[in-house]
């Protein structure tokens, strides 16, 4: 059973860059047949698709965020990694981090397993 888990300071003042972290157990991000993926869902929203990568390395992001947003990996700790610059109080959000077979899934049903979820507050 593939579990995933975020990390990452709950607190971000605006202006500055959001980093979070998901350590993936059961299962390697390397597998070549899944998206790891980073979702958020600000209050009161729907889920937002952030960005992928691949168990190749190959890293897709959404049009909305690609100027801000930046998802690495470290293959020897399986883990995978979100930066977000210049964050504003909009940033506000639960992320979450996923896997799924479907890049931009909107709906939690496209993904097979997701982590449990951090909250993040962008406030000075």
């Known amino acids: 059973q593939v579990q995933l888990q975020e990390s990452g300071p709950g607190l971000v003042k605006p202006s500055q860059t959001l980093s979070l972290t998901c350590t993936v157990s059961g299962g390697s991000i390397t597998t070549n047949y899944y998206y790891w993926s980073w979702i958020r869902q600000p209050p009161g929203k729907g889920l937002e698709w952030m960005g992928a990568?691949?168990?190749?390395?190959?890293?897709y992001y959404s049009p909305s965020l690609k100027s801000r947003t930046s998802i690495s990996r470290d293959t020897s700790k399986n883990q995978f990694t979100l930066q977000l610059s210049s964050v504003t109080p909009e940033d506000t959000a639960v992320y979450y981090c996923?896997?799924?077979?479907?890049?931009?899934?909107?709906?939690?049903?496209?993904?097979?397993?997701r982590g449990q979820g951090t909250q993040v507050t962008v406030s000075s």
């Open positions: 990568i691949t168990s190749s390395g190959s890293t």
């Open positions: 996923a896997a799924g077979r479907r890049l931009q899934g909107s709906r939690w049903s496209d993904y097979d397993y």
